[in-house]
């Protein structure tokens, strides 16, 4: 069976820091991959996604950045954090082959960032 | 443009049914899922419906589809404290990409009375 994991589950870091979050998928190959945030009371915002190993599309100007070294692997970066990067920061999967089955994502557990 | 909306809040007494309501702006979109998010947790996939039903049923679930008002819904029969969660209503537009973009809502949260 396929698995997700995030770390860290929580992470508090001054302004001006940098960032790095870890997400790896295990059971599946040539996943699509993606970063939402959340933030607090509101919905889910698409950061970026990756449909291969070095391809990575980004949805919103930002000083975060993502990384796929690897292909079950996703990296979301940042080299000076805001006060506004606060939030909750998921990982999400999907089957990369097309068709209907790849239209079902299936999120890691998150990690909250607070950003001080 | 691509847009989810739904109602923030929701309150039902225990036993009863909740019904969490959604609209969304692209009519043309191919498939419209729910998830649920509970407490500091990640979001599960609950139930999804393609543009040509317009109904779905599963267990406790029952999702109704009106393309013509764009209206998405879904019932939770016999709503228990387990439901209690946020319920994000998500679209999957038209068009060929393999990275398979969904667009959520901002989440209905429910909350479940004695």
């Known amino acids: 069976s396929q698995t997700i994991h995030q770390w860290p589950a929580t992470l508090v870091q001054p302004v001006g820091s940098p960032l790095s979050l870890e997400c790896t998928v295990e059971g599946t190959s040539n996943p699509n991959l993606y970063w939402y945030r959340q933030a607090a009371g509101r919905g889910l915002q698409l950061l970026f996604y990756s449909v291969g190993i070095g391809q990575i599309s980004s949805e919103v100007p930002q000083n975060l950045s993502a990384s796929r070294p690897q292909d079950r692997q996703f990296i979301l970066s940042s080299k000076k954090l805001l006060l506004s990067d606060s939030g909750f920061y998921l990982c999400?999967?999907?089957?990369?082959?097309?068709?209907?089955?790849?239209?079902?994502?299936?999120f890691g557990p998150g990690t909250r960032l607070t950003v001080t | 443009g691509e847009d989810v909306e739904q109602s923030l809040f929701l309150s039902v007494r225990e036993g009863d049914s909740s019904v969490i309501n959604c609209t969304y702006t692209d009519s043309s979109s191919t498939y419209l899922y729910w998830y649920k998010q509970e407490p500091g947790a990640g979001l599960q996939l609950l139930t999804y419906i393609f543009s040509n039903m317009d109904m779905k049923q599963d267990q406790r679930l029952t999702v109704l589809l009106n393309k013509k008002d764009k209206h998405l819904s879904l019932r939770i029969a016999d709503t228990q404290t387990g439901d209690s969660a946020i319920y994000f209503c998500a679209e999957k537009p038209p068009g060929y990409s393999s990275a398979s973009k969904i667009i959520f809502g901002s989440g209905t949260r429910l909350s479940i009375r004695p």
């Open positions: 999400a999967w999907s089957v990369g082959t097309g068709g209907p089955s790849s239209y079902e994502q299936y």
